[in-house]
T-cell receptor, first 115, second 116 residues
Framework: DTGVSQDPRHKITKRGQNVTFRCDPISEHNRLYWYRQTLGQGPEFLTY????????KSRLLSDRFSAERPKGSFSTLEIQRTEQGDSAMYLC?????????????FGPGTRLTVL | AQTVTQSQPEMSVQEAETVTLSCTYDTSESDYYLFWYKQPPSRQMILVIRQEAYKQQNATENRFSVNFQKAAKSFSLKISDSQLGDAAMYFC?????????????FGQGTRLTINP
C-alpha cells in the first residue's frame, strides 16, 4: 500500500502524559499537513510542512504541541502534558506541490483518548 | 477568514434513490476551489469531487455531481443511484488557490445513511 500511513491508529493516555504520533506520507510528496478532528466536527488545520520546513502553524497549535519533519520524509506530532480537550482524531495528509493541483491525500488518522 | 457550513447533520436515502447534500460557504476571494470529501467509518477520507470557482460548468464524477451557485455561495452534492457503499460522513471543503498553505477549510459534515 503506497498511501499515507499513520501510527498508532489508537492511543489512550492519562492526562499529563506525553504522546507522539507518526505520519508517513506518499513517498514523492513534498507537502505534509496535520489536521485535528473532534467528534461531530470537520477537520481543522494545525500545521504544514514543505519538505522539512514548517511553514505555517494554526492558533490551535498551542505550545504543548510540536511537529517535526526531519529530512522531509515522515513527520511526528508530539503533545506534551496532554489534557482531556486534546482527545480527537489527528489526521495527516500529504500532497505534491508543484505544477499540478496539489491534491491532499489523507491517512487513516490516530484517535487519541485522554482519560 | 473563510467558513464552510453544512446544515444537515444527518441524511438518509433509499438504495438506488437520489440524495442531495447541502453546503454554503463564505469568502471574499473570487477564485477558489471547493471539494466534497467522503469519510467512511474507520477509513481514510477520500476526495469525491472538486469544483474550480472560475468554471461555470458543474463538475461531475460518475454518480456524483455538484450544483455550484457562485453568487449564492452554495455548493451542493447530488448522489444518484445511491449504493450501500456510499454510506459515510461527507465533508464540504474550501481551499484558496493562492500561495501559502493551501489548507482545507471543512464544514461540520453530513452523515449519510443508505437504507436497503
Amino acid at each position: 500500500d503506497t498511501g499515507v500511513s499513520q501510527d498508532p491508529r489508537h492511543k489512550i493516555t492519562k492526562r499529563g502524559q506525553n504522546v507522539t504520533f507518526r505520519c508517513d506520507p506518499i513517498s514523492e510528496h513534498n507537502r505534509l499537513y496535520w489536521y485535528r478532528q473532534t467528534l461531530g466536527q470537520g477537520p481543522e488545520f494545525l500545521t504544514y510542512f514543505q519538505n522539512e520546513a514548517q511553514l505555517e502553524k494554526s492558533r490551535l497549535l498551542s505550545d504543548r504541541f510540536s511537529a517535526e519533519r526531519p529530512k522531509g520524509s515522515f513527520s511526528t506530532l508530539e503533545i506534551q502534558r496532554t489534557e482531556q480537550g486534546d482527545s480527537a482524531m489527528y489526521l495527516c495528509a500529504s500532497s505534491f506541490y508543484g505544477t499540478g493541483f496539489n491534491e491532499q491525500f489523507f491517512g487513516p488518522g490516530t484517535r487519541l483518548t485522554v482519560l | 477568514a473563510q467558513t464552510v457550513t453544512q446544515s444537515q447533520p444527518e441524511m438518509s436515502v433509499q438504495e438506488a434513490e437520489t440524495v442531495t447534500l447541502s453546503c454554503t460557504y463564505d469568502t471574499s476571494e473570487s477564485d477558489y476551489y471547493l471539494f466534497w470529501y467522503k469519510q467512511p467509518p474507520s477509513r481514510q477520507m477520500i476526495l469525491v469531487i472538486r469544483q474550480e470557482a472560475y468554471k461555470q460548468q458543474n463538475a461531475t464524477e460518475n454518480r456524483f455531481s455538484v450544483n455550484f451557485q457562485k453568487a449564492a455561495k452554495s455548493f451542493s452534492l447530488k448522489i444518484s443511484d445511491s449504493q450501500l457503499g456510499d454510506a459515510a460522513m461527507y465533508f464540504c471543503a474550501y481551499r484558496s488557490p493562492f500561495q501559502g498553505a493551501q489548507k482545507l477549510v471543512f464544514g461540520q459534515g453530513t452523515r449519510l445513511t443508505i437504507n436497503p
